[in-house]
Nanobody
Framework: QVQLVESGGGLVQAGGSLTLSCAAS???????????MGWFRQAPGKERELIAA????????YYTGSVKGRFTISRDNVKNTVYLQMNSLKPEDTAVYYC??????????????????WGQGTQVTVSS
């Protein structure tokens, strides 16, 4: 099993910044640096959406339109950690944020359906 633990959420005013972290651990033989990683969010009453993703070595990234230019995904394969730097936060960014990992190293990192392992989520609340 793969364990993913998010941290860094909280309450912030509109225009502010937060950095989320996701530490990965678990199954013997599963090398973090071989897998793409993604960040999702789910707002109340809405479906979970993929907002950012990064390839295994960090060479390519994906962002959904609503966060492009404001959020930055990165990873540290030595620390087995993926990050989400969030700037210029808006009230509509309020959601539970999850990191996720696919089951296969060959997964398309921008494909929502490819993700199989999830963290417990961290709440981000942006006040106006």
């Amino acid at each position: 099993q793969v364990q993913l633990v998010e941290s860094g959420g909280g309450l912030v005013q509109a225009g502010g910044s937060l950095t989320l972290s996701c530490a990965a651990s678990g199954r013997t033989g599963r090398t973090f640096s071989m897998y793409p990683m993604g960040w999702f969010r789910q707002a109340p009453g809405k479906e979970r959406e993929l907002i950012a993703a990064i390839t295994s070595r960090g060479g390519s990234t994906y962002y959904t339109g609503s966060v492009k230019g404001r959020f930055t995904i990165s990873r540290d394969n030595v620390k087995n950690t993926v990050y989400l730097q969030m700037n210029s936060l808006k009230p509509e960014d309020t959601a539970v944020y999850y990191c996720a990992s696919p089951s296969s190293v060959l997964s398309d990192y921008s494909d929502y359906s490819t993700y199989a392992y999830w963290g417990q989520g961290t709440q981000v609340t942006v006040s106006s």
